[in-house]
């Protein structure tokens, strides 16, 4: 499986981005898939997760930093991942990446892509 990450770039503070992961193919059977990041300097963090619960809609899960202001959701119909970034802030910049996990193993990772917020 490959994934695809894109729609980051250059946005000042406040701005909004929407991060996309294709996936080479379908993306149903995947239990879970995340967007992580990593600032220079540090360590790799979950941003955001949504887990299949075999309806349209996931369980989400988010990093307190960006509780109410990230939204994540898959389409399987398109077999993407987003991630949709609100109120961005100097410290939401990292490279972002997409992951995803399917039973009885398995995970991918996709290529990252960069965020930059300017204050």
């Known amino acids: 499986v490959q994934l695809q990450a894109s729609g980051g770039g250059l946005v000042q503070a406040g701005g909004s981005l929407r991060l996309s992961c294709a996936a080479s193919r379908s993306i149903f059977s995947f239990v879970f898939m995340g967007w992580y990041r990593q600032a220079p300097g540090k360590q790799r963090e979950l941003v955001a997760s949504i887990t299949d619960s075999g309806t349209s809609d996931g369980r989400t899960n988010y990093a307190d930093s960006v509780k109410g202001r990230f939204t994540i959701s898959r389409d399987n119909a398109k077999n993407t991942l987003y991630l949709q970034m609100n109120s961005l802030k100097p410290e939401d910049t990292a490279i972002y990446y997409c992951?995803?996990?399917?039973?009885?193993?398995?995970?991918?990772w996709g290529q990252g892509t960069q965020v930059t917020v300017s204050s």
């Open positions: 992951n995803a996990r399917q039973l009885p193993g398995g995970t991918w």
